[in-house]
């Protein structure tokens, strides 16, 4: 089983940046594909960004593209979230989820294929 805690999350101004970051341990990161999710209020989870085990290949939603980096360090068994030009709309919790996969090529995009998430981190944006 793999554990999953998020951080990096807080109160910006529009058009301000944070970096979120997303811990893994118990079972070798490497092995797993990874993803960002949010949830804003009232609204269904979404999609943000995807890596794949090695970092080789990644994926953004159009939402955020541009704007959002996603990106992975398998010696520290942590993934980040760079997320630059911030809007409100950017507002909610922002959730790590882990994918196990034979495939190192592979990224994942729907919240249903990943095996482990975490407890999330609110990031909200003031206009």
């Known amino acids: 089983q793999v554990q999953l805690v998020e951080s990096g999350g807080g109160l910006v101004q529009a058009g301000g940046s944070l970096r979120l970051s997303c811990a893994a341990s118990?079972?070798?990161?490497?092995?797993?594909?990874m993803g960002w999710f949010r949830q804003a209020p009232g609204k269904e989870r979404e999609f943000v960004g995807a890596i794949s085990r090695r970092g080789g290949t990644t994926g953004h939603a159009d939402s955020v593209k541009g704007r959002f980096t996603i990106s992975r360090d398998n010696a520290k068994n942590t993934m980040y979230l760079r997320m630059n030009s911030l809007k409100p709309e950017d507002t909610a919790i922002y959730y790590c989820?882990?994918?196990?996969?034979?495939?190192?090529?592979?990224?994942?995009?729907?919240?249903?294929?990943?095996?482990?998430w975490g407890q999330g981190t609110q990031v909200t944006v003031s206009s």
């Open positions: 118990g079972r070798t990161f490497s092995n797993y594909a």
């Open positions: 989820a882990a994918k196990s996969t034979d495939s190192t090529g592979t990224i994942y995009s729907s919240g249903y294929q990943y095996d482990y």
